[in-house]
């Protein structure tokens, strides 16, 4: 198949090169600065109902980005964005992004999750976009027996609405990729963390709720044990594996892991942000009963992304922490500078 951009200096004549759904979000702000940093322009879509202005600041004025205000689920606008930007490449992160509320609220998961996933798809295939990338998860798995998840091997039992959803979205990029000849890449994220997580919702991810406690002096809440582990990546790296995606140049359907291969507990989390501190802090941490849908273990194989990418993850659990309290985090969440 005929490849229509993206080897340096093939851009597409009529509009942006890659269109990011999502782009105000904590990881899809990320995936837009690398963009335009290899020299790609760049289209937002993102309604801003979790992402925020703010997280567009460094690319505020940019001549290769703009941002469009609008709803992945109004199929007519999102036909008329793709019509009027022909983008070679999208890169769909627009989502309801937590577990429990998908748990909370099946509906709107399924209409964002499932039926918007498919208005993107929809639009792009009709604009005859060649490159598909979308944010999946490692929620596709749920609990599986094997210690580590592989793309292929281990079994996929999503415990949540959510995790089914990325999971049939997946198998809709499949037969896209099958019956119409794109280039679709599923990458499953692990736990992302890093600047920009918004911690202000009880449903946020568990390093920037922790990293806000801490600063505020407030206690911890850590859900059951604490024992349950997470693969840990660092949004900048993510970010630079989106982009490579959005580049590759072969046609067809893959799905990799988007993680680093080490398991971290919830409460290695809390020791670890402790010690990033220079004020000596000492979290006062209560625990409550685990959540629903909670998956106990999960860690993931990066080498299949190594493999067809030649991606891995650049920075350790420890440094992605000390660059989160180094930026300042959202809401003012740091003691240090
Ligand atoms: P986020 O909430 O910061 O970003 C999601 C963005 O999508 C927000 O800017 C939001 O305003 C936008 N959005 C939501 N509904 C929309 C709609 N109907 N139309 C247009 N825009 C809409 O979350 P994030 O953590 O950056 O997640 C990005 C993607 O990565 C999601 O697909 C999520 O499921 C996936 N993911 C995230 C993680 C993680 O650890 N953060 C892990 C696995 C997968
Ligand atoms: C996260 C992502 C989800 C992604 C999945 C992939 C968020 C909000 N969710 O889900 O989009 O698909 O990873 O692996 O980023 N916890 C506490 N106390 C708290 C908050 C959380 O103990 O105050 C615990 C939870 O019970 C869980 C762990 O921390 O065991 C991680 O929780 P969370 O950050 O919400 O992520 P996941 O549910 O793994």
């Given at each position: 198949m005929a490849d229509k951009n993206f080897a340096a200096g093939e851009k597409n004549s009529k509009g942006a090169d890659?269109?990011?759904?999502?782009?105000?979000?904590?990881?899809?702000?990320?995936?837009?600065?690398?963009?335009?940093?290899?020299?790609?322009?760049?289209?937002?879509?993102?309604?801003?109902?979790?992402?925020?202005?703010?997280?567009?600041?460094?690319?505020?004025?940019?001549?290769?980005?703009?941002?469009?205000?609008?709803?992945?689920?109004?199929?007519?606008?999102?036909?008329?964005?793709?019509?009027?930007?022909?983008?070679?490449?999208?890169?769909?992160?627009?989502?309801?992004?937590?577990?429990?509320?998908?748990?909370?609220?099946?509906?709107?998961?399924?209409?964002?999750?499932?039926?918007?996933?498919?208005?993107v798809l929809e639009a792009a295939r009709i604009a005859g976009t060649q490159?598909?990338?979308?944010?999946?998860?490692?929620?596709?798995?749920?609990?599986?027996?094997?210690?580590?998840?592989?793309?292929?091997?281990?079994?996929?039992?999503?415990?949540?609405?959510?995790?089914?959803?990325?999971?049939?979205?997946?198998?809709?990029?499949?037969?896209?990729?099958?019956?119409?000849?794109?280039?679709?890449?599923?990458?499953?994220?692990?736990?992302?963390?890093?600047?920009?997580?918004?911690?202000?919702?009880?449903?946020?991810?568990?390093?920037?709720?922790?990293a806000d406690r801490l600063a505020s002096g407030a206690p911890i809440t850590v859900f059951g044990d604490g024992e349950q582990t997470r693969d840990f990546v660092f949004v900048q790296d993510v970010a630079r594996g989106v982009a490579d995606a959005a580049q590759f140049q072969e046609t067809g359907f893959r799905v990799v892991n988007c993680c680093t291969g080490r398991a971290s507990s919830v409460l290695d989390l809390v020791q670890g942000l402790a010690q990033s501190y220079h004020d000596e802090v000492e979290p006062q941490v209560f625990h409550q009963a685990p959540r629903a849908g909670e998956i106990r273990h999960s860690l993931g194989d990066p080498s299949g992304f190594a493999r067809v990418f030649g991606w891995t993850p650049a920075t350790s659990l420890a440094d992605g922490?000390?660059?989160?309290?180094?930026?300042?985090?959202?809401?003012?969440?740091?003691?240090?500078?």
């Open positions: 890659v269109l990011v759904t999502g782009a105000a979000g904590f990881i899809g702000s990320h995936v837009c600065e690398e963009l335009v940093k290899r020299g790609l322009r760049v289209v937002g879509l993102d309604d801003l109902s979790s992402g925020r202005l703010d997280n567009l600041a460094p690319l505020a004025d940019h001549p290769c980005f703009r941002l469009v205000e609008g709803d992945i689920c109004d199929a007519t606008a999102v036909d008329q964005l793709f019509q009027d930007e022909h983008p070679a490449a999208v890169a769909h992160l627009a989502a309801l992004v937590s577990v429990p509320r998908s748990i909370d609220d099946p509906d709107e998961n399924f209409r964002l999750n499932l039926a918007g996933s498919q208005i490159r598909f990338v979308f944010a999946s998860s490692a929620a596709v798995y749920g609990d599986t027996r094997a210690p580590t998840h592989t793309e292929e091997e281990s079994s996929k039992h999503p415990l949540s609405p959510y995790g089914a959803a990325k999971l049939a979205v997946e198998h809709l990029l499949c037969a896209h990729a099958h019956c119409f000849g794109m280039s679709a890449t599923a990458l499953r994220f692990f736990n992302v963390y890093g600047p920009r997580q918004d911690p202000s919702s009880p449903y946020s991810g568990v390093i920037s709720i922790f922490l000390r660059e989160l309290l180094a930026s300042g985090g959202r809401g003012g969440m740091l003691k240090q500078g």
